[in-house]
């Protein structure tokens, strides 16, 4: 009878019984921690692309917004609509990297289309430039990554830019699409 005793007073668990419940933790854990990480990943993505879409949306106002200002100093100024096309182009010039109805066709990971617009993640083929508007465009947006470069249509609409975010993620946007049809930007009545 007292060995009986000896053997129930024991308490705990044996060594086998330990190193199966840490395999088991080892298993369940090599199985969670690379899902989480990919959902990290995915929202610092869709976050990359959200801020690029602000930038677009940003910068297609201030291009109108430009525009519309130096069309009408420029028609006060001239005679012509040729001559006003030629000040608002050059005012456009001076903002963005370039001027033009098409952005350039990009390859990548297609993350969202967007009318005629679409955003990439790890695009390849980027275009090279430097935008005097980036900081102002950046700025309006709200944003804390970098806006390394955009490109305008002839009424101010983004039809090309590449941001950078500050988690390290690369979002490019292209419109093919004619974009100076898109928009409608009235212009005041000049004396």
């Known amino acids: 009878m007292p060995r009986r005793r000896k053997y129930e007073s024991r308490k705990g668990f044996t060594l086998v019984e330990m190193i199966v419940v840490l395999l088991i933790l080892a298993v369940v854990t090599s199985m969670a921690v690379p899902a989480f990480s990919r959902q990290i990943n995915d929202a610092k993505e869709k976050k990359a692309v959200t801020e690029a879409q602000g930038c677009v949306t940003a910068g297609t106002g201030l291009g109108a917004q430009l525009y519309s200002e130096a069309r009408s100093t420029a028609l006060q100024s001239v005679s012509t ?59 309006a947006a709200g944003v804390d990554g970098t806006v390394e470069d955009f490109w305008c249509s002839g009424t101010g609409q983004i039809v090309y830019l590449r941001y950078f975010s500050a988690d390290g993620i690369l979002v490019a946007y292209t419109n093919n699409g004619t974009s100076g049809s898109n928009i409608a930007i009235p212009t005041p009545d000049v004396p």
């Open 81 to 139: 609509d040729a001559n006003a096309s030629d000040a608002v182009s050059a005012a456009l010039t001076g903002w963005a990297s370039s001027v033009t109805d098409k952005g350039p066709t990009l390859t990548g990971d297609l993350a969202l289309t967007e009318g005629q617009g679409q955003y990439y993640l790890k695009p390849g083929q980027l275009q090279g430039g430097n935008a005097a508007g980036a900081d102002e465009l950046k700025a």
